[in-house]
């Protein structure tokens, strides 16, 4: 199937009209027309090659909601006219415990990932969902529950789950204290989802300026963190912090608002972290983890329960030929507080395809 995308030909290119193959279906495969696409952080870094492992051309895009457009023969879970969606995994070896027990993101085999990937059968590259069309095996294709606006849902799949599993992994619930650093993608999902369980939550920002944004979330209140004063005063005010800031930064200031057992979970920078103090984490058996998206049933899970709680990701939407713009703006944070691809905006075809 040749089809349209839009790709990064080098880590200095911005990204341009593509045209490329999807493979043909295997019997196990589902093949979607993409309707919506989010625009993560990562999307950003793999195409200028921030982490080293691009490769070229790139399509980006793991935040995904289509339409099945055609089945293989074997497949069961969807038919041709169901909303689906897919996220950042597209692959796993199935066998291994991780895979058997659900948590195929942590696959001993490692996922296959929706992009800049290999696909396991072919060794073919993975191209992601700035395109018209995707192709996926029937297992790593969600359902799109009813009453999720299809519109808004796609950040759910990367930036939802990145921050829904760190809760459900620490079991918070009602009557749990959760703080939140960094009010981006997944900042903004983490408050809205932990206030969806029932939690006390707080946004932890370097200024006050973004209380008002915080509470128009759902957040209780706002920590400011340069205020040494209510830092000291917040020691131990908190079960789970998630750290959603996606560049290198200082968590030791963190550690001792957390109370005994209390974990900090990064989810947002992959890379270095500035120089930490144990102190804390020794003297009240607090913990620093880091946490990747998560399994496939869980990202189910966290589907039903937006639509069930009717929880949505504030979205803007931008057209295509917007991304580069939009790359621009995301790195500024000038976006509130995801943007999404309307994917009817990208033709069919380009007279040169
Ligand atoms: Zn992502
Ligand atoms: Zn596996």
Redesign the pocket.
Known sequence: MKIIGYAAQSATAPLAPFSFERRALRPNDVAMEILYCGV????LHQARNDWGFSRYPLVPG??IVGRVSEVGSEVSRHKVGDLVAVG?MVDSCQVCDQCRKGDEQLCREHHTQTYNDRDRVTGETTYGGYAKHLVARQEFVLRLPQGLDPSRAAPLL??GI?TYSPLRTWNVGPGSRVGVIGLGGLGHMAVKLAVGLGAQVTVLSRSADKRSDALALGAHGLLVSSDAQAMAAAQCAFDLIIDTVPVRHDVSPYMPLLDVDGTLVIVGQVGPIDELVTIPLILGRRRLAGSVIGGIAETQEMLDFCAQKNILPECEMIRMEQINEAFERMERSDVRYRFVIDMASLPSSYAWS
């Open positions: 993560c952080h990562s999307d793991h935040e950042c990367c930036a990145t």
